[in-house]
């Protein structure tokens, strides 16, 4: 008996955080734009706002075909940009005779904007905005 209670106690528990996932919401605005590398649309990837002061959470969104929408929590922040493209398939299971294919990605963006020490990227988010854009290059060290 006591171990159904038990059960029925972290049940709750876990759908509780589920439903009310992990930190503050109803603070945060969407932010959307387009990325691109060289001139070139980042085909698929991710983009991170880390907050400059580290006191809000990181908020975020993916980028597919160049454009990306993300939540974020306003204040100065620190932006990391993963991008990555579609270069053919490869065996989901190496070695394994009759394995199912998997898409294979080539990440196309220096790992420099993907470190929160090294990006140059920044921005300051004071509402909701279309047209953040940035424009990255594959030279940067």
Do not use: W
Not at 24 to 51: C, H, L, R, Y
Not at 75 to 82: A, S
């Amino acid at each position: 008996m006591r171990t159904f209670g038990y059960a029925s106690i972290a049940l709750a528990l876990l759908t509780l955080a589920s439903s009310t996932g992990c930190g503050d919401k109803k603070n945060e605005v969407t932010v959307s734009g387009k990325v691109t590398i060289d001139g070139e649309p980042i085909e698929m990837g991710k983009i991170s706002f880390i907050a400059a002061d580290g006191a809000t959470p990181t908020g975020g969104g993916v980028i597919k075909d160049g454009a990306y929408v993300a939540t974020v929590a306003p204040g100065e922040k620190t932006v990391l940009i993963q991008g990555n493209k579609l270069i053919g398939q490869e065996p989901e299971y190496e070695g394994v005779p009759d394995s199912p294919m998997r898409d294979k990605y080539e990440m196309v963006t220096p790992k420099a904007y993907n470190a929160e020490h090294l990006t140059p990227l920044k921005a300051s988010i004071t509402e909701s905005q279309e047209g953040l854009d940035f424009e990255l290059t594959k030279d940067l060290k």
